[in-house]
């Protein structure tokens, strides 16, 4: 258990940054989550904690103490691959037991913790087993007994979840991060997948090209996005440039504040778009074709065509049938100005609009 | 890039690739080319060598006599190979596994034991020869193109069949029906669909083959006649009683490198357009044939194989037959046997200490070099990979040439020793150790190593206990193979070999020219078991793949 200090972290492969001044404190007991599309730079930060990747520039502090010299074998710290990298020539609990047995713990304690590491996974009479008997879920689970039983002071996790159903995902997500809970380990756990990321961090780096975008808890970071990049990543989000172009909202529309702040991109989600008569008078009112209804059980999407070639879509809580029969109809859809987010459309970043 | 810059177990294990391919591969094949621009007796820079094979009749009908061995050898393999494969995979065949065993069998076994055998089936008082003449069917002799194109097609042939057949198998099934589907009859569909489908499996086993026929020296040499080829004209320049033409056997020398490289080059860049196939969701089902036609089908495979198989039945018998010093006596006897182990038990251990020596350092040095090339992609790395295709492309008549040359001064003062026999075998067969290391590493994720490091294993500890397990069956599988090539190496063991060091297939090369059949049997099939010993074992490691052996 140790606090991470990533001060100004450089990586450079041939013609790329890979890692861009990332500068990030990760504190003692955390569940922080590195998230981003693929190629962003998440595995090329996490193997560089690990030692597994020499970065050109900046300092990686554990504890406070800097460990970038230090040789991966040395750093202490769990490692869980998306591909499980099980031994598949050992058993389930030598398997386990690899961490200890390297660390010339006594045989009998080896024992006993390999088999509450094993429990805690629930694979507490899986020990004999060899790993191809076991199924990519179990095996993902041994590989998290394998990095836990060593009492780490990081816990390092690569999407570890990618490789299995979405059921089981689900379900195994809920017993990592309740484990990582008991056990107060820190841990820095990669995805490209938002909605893990929201359900399980304490705290979330949304990454891109190498850059952090922004790190904040869940809530703030699906409320107040700090960059249109992470509006448009995380959750469904309607953007809307301002302008004359195809697709864009017309600066006519905007109340006199907004248009007074300069060249913006507006941004709403989906369940914040009302559809039809609304009460709430500040809000902006578009109209727009239904051009289809997407039906999901519980909720359905309505796709509108609005003037000038724009394309929103707004959430339909528990749709009734004359909402999904709506296709082809004409519609007026309500933003309510509260709920917009502005962008800078220069740099991306948020801009907060005067009240 | 992808590994921290540190000064770990790996790279001393790249300092130590590169100390010994500098030394046992570029320094031999620099001392050939220098040589070939050197002046015999004046010893001053001179391009007369290279003026010379190029005007002289005799180094020009060798040329052209290569180039006709190698692609008569090609074109030979291809007919047998080819065939074989598609009826195997396509049909309905009893015994295919026999047929694979039969076509590993013939291609580890030694090409100058084929060579000496149909000797005595075809040579002027073989038995065959006037089996066939009492049928009306009159042979050409033996000795001459007939007999080497003859050996090289039968011997070459199950590199084609192997490499056909194990891309055939990869083809999916809806590829085929698809072609019927849209109305391709058997033959249409062979030839516009199958066949290009794997060109390139088939080109590469093509080239492999030429290069092979270009390279090899028993064969012209025994078989041969009058017919010389390049590595028969190196051998002689370099031994000839007259002291030798080392500017010549050279520049000889690097004709047949020149060539080979073309091919290779060729062949890497056919099997590099291979396009990338995607995954085999359903493997071809071989169908029944009607029965006039499984008759002829089963009639065309089993009459390959066997045809490969006939030496080694002949040598293993001859060495059976009672003899009376060289002249054979009616009746089995087990004269040679006794003969071999009295005259020449010396020769038997060298073969088989030098073989293990060389295969244990290959096996070391292969799978430390492996790993470098497998784990570790910086530009080094990339250079010795492309040092290590030397061995592919140099004949071993010509790596003899250059090891004497280069090892008889101090320092290295080590010809005629055991030591550099050994290290011929020993670089001789690295490179295909590397390779088969590297492939091997290729299939284990990295991921698994970075673990064990991650749990506290220092880097060399993460090899020992993680990975070398997990390639072992592959290095023993490959060490087998190893075994095998060392075990039956002629050419270079030929230019290296004193007295004292004799080997096994020197001294069959020898007793054939000698007409002493009876101790040359013998002595090939204890060469022959020792194989097939070697190839069960492989079959037990690998669970039964022939495709390891190309
Ligand atoms: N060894 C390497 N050499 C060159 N480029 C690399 C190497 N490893 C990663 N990259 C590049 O660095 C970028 C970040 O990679 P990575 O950290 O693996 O992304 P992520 O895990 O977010 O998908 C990618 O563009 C990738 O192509
Ligand atoms: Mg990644």
Redesign the pocket.
């Known amino acids: 258990m140790a606090r991470v200090d990533l001060r100004h972290i450089e990586k450079g492969?041939?013609g790329?940054k890979?890692l861009d001044d990332v500068d990030l404190v990760i504190e003692s007991g955390e569940f922080f989550t590195l998230l981003?599309?693929?190629?962003?730079?998440?595995?090329?930060?996490l193997r560089t904690i690990a030692g597994f990747i020499q970065h050109d520039s900046g300092e990686v502090l554990v504890a406070g103490e800097r460990i970038d010299q230090m040789p991966a074998h040395k750093r202490n710290m769990g490692m869980v691959y998306q591909d499980y990298a099980i031994f598949p020539h050992l058993s389930v609990a030598d398997n386990v037991a690899f961490g200890l047995k390297t660390r010339g713990r006594p045989k009998p304690e080896i024992a006993e913790r390999v088999q509450r590491a094993l429990e805690l996974v629930q694979l507490g009479n899986h020990g004999k087993r060899l790993p191809h008997e076991l199924s990519g879920g179990q095996q993902q689970r041994v590989a998290l007994a394998r990095a836990m039983v060593i009492s780490p002071q990081i816990l390092l996790m690569?999407e570890p979840l990618s490789n299995l159903d979405a059921k089981l995902r689900v379900e195994l997500r809920e017993d990592i991060r309740d484990l990582q809970r008991s056990l107060a380990i820190t841990t820095i756990y990669?995805t490209?997948d938002q909605e893990e990321a929201l359900a399980i961090s304490d705290r979330i780096c949304v990454?891109q090209s190498?850059r952090v975008h922004q790190v904040a808890s869940p809530q703030k970071i699906y409320a107040e996005p700090a960059t249109l990049f992470v509006a448009s990543f995380i959750g469904a989000m309607n953007i809307m440039p301002v302008g004359s172009q195809e697709g864009a909202l017309a600066a006519a529309d905007l109340p006199e504040r907004l248009r007074a702040r300069g060249p913006m991109t507006l941004a709403i989600r989906p369940e914040d778009v009302i559809v039809g008569q609304s009460t709430n008078g500040n809000a902006l009112a578009v109209e727009g074709a239904v051009e289809k209804v997407t039906f999901a059980g519980r909720e359905a999407y309505a796709h509108v065509r609005c003037a000038n070639g724009l394309h929103l879509q707004a959430h339909l809580y528990r749709p009734s049938a004359g909402q999904l029969a709506l296709v082809g109809e004409s519609v007026r859809l309500r933003l309510p100005l509260d709920r917009l987010h502005a962008f800078d459309a220069a740099d991306g970043k948020r801009v907060e609009l005067p009240a | 890039?992808?590994s921290v810059r540190r000064v770990d177990v790996w790279t001393w294990a790249m300092v130590l690739g590169f100390a010994v391919i500098a030394v046992l591969l570029v320094w031999p094949l620099w001392s050939i080319v220098a040589a070939s621009f050197i002046d015999n007796r004046t010893g001053v820079f001179t391009l007369n060598n290279y003026v010379s094979v190029m005007t002289r009749p005799l180094y020009q009908t060798a040329l052209i006599n290569s180039l006709i061995v190698s692609l008569g050898g090609m074109a030979g393999a291809l007919a047998l190979g080819v065939p074989l494969a598609i009826l195997t995979t396509r049909y309905q065949i009893v015994g295919r596994d026999l047929i694979g065993t039969l076509s590993v069998l013939a291609l580890v076994s030694p090409p100058f034991i084929g060579a000496y055998a149909w000797i005595m089936m075809l040579g002027q008082n073989g038995w065959m020869r006037h089996g066939l003449a009492a049928i009306g069917i009159e042979l050409p002799s033996i000795y001459g193109f007939f007999g080497i194109l003859l050996v090289f097609s039968l011997k070459f042939f199950p590199f084609v069949y192997l490499m056909t057949a194990s891309s055939l198998n990869t083809i999916n099934a809806s590829v085929e029906e698809a072609a019927e589907g849209l109305g391709a009859g058997t033959i249409r569909r062979l030839f516009t669909v199958t066949l290009p489908l794997v060109l390139p499996a088939l080109s590469s086993a093509a080239l492999l083959v030429f290069v092979l026929s270009l390279a090899d020296f028993g064969t012209p040499s025994i078989v041969g006649g009058r017919v010389r080829v390049l590595a028969t004209t190196a051998y002689n320049l370099f031994t000839n009683e007259m002291g030798g033409n080392p500017g010549l056997a050279s520049t000889t020398s690097m004709v047949l490198i020149v060539i080979s490289l073309v091919v290779v080059a060729l062949q890497r860049w056919a099997v590099r357009r291979r396009n990338v196939s995607g995954s085999l969701l359903r493997r071809p089902q071989p169908r029944v044939l009607k029965p006039f036609a499984s008759v002829m089908a089963h009639l065309v495979c089993y009459a390959i194989v066997l045809a490969a198989s006939l030496p080694s039945l002949v040598v293993v018998y001859t060495s059976l037959r009672k003899t009376s010093g060289p002249v054979f006596q009616p009746g089995f006897g087990i004269e040679s046997y006794t003969r071999v182990m009295h005259e020449v038990p010396h020769v038997i251990a060298n073969s088989f200490s030098y073989s293990t020596v060389s295969v244990m350092m290959i096996v070391i040095l292969g799978t430390l070099i492996g790993y470098v090339l497998a784990r570790r992609?910086s530009p080094l790395a990339g250079t010795l990979d492309s040092a290590l295709m030397i061995p592919y492309i140099v004949p071993g008549v010509v790596m003899g040439v250059g090891f004497v040359v280069t090892f008889n001064v101090k320092p290295l003062e080590i010809t005629g020793t055991a030591t550099i026999l050994v290290l011929m075998l020993m670089i001789r067969r690295l490179p295909y150790s590397v390779r088969s290391s590297a492939s091997i590493l290729k299939q284990i994720k990295g991921s698994i190593e970075e673990a064990a490091i991650s749990l506290g294993a220092s880097p060399a500890q993460a090899f020992l206990k993680v990975t070398l397990p997990l390639m072992l069956p592959g290095i023993i599988a490959g060490a087998l193979m190893s075994f095998i090539t060392a075990i039956n190496e002629l050419s270079s063991s030929l230019i290296l070999y004193v007295g004292r060091t004799m080997t096994m297939p020197v001294r069959i090369y020898l007793s054939v020219l000698d007409g002493e059949f009876g101790t040359a049997a013998a002595l090939s099939t204890i060469l022959l078991v020792t194989s097939g010993a070697a190839v069960y074992a492989v079959f037990r490691v690998t669970g039964r793949k022939e495709s390891a052996f190309v």
């Open positions: 492969y041939p790329l890979a981003g599309p693929s190629g962003c730079g998440k595995t090329t930060l690569d990669v490209h990454m190498g | 890039m992808n992609d």
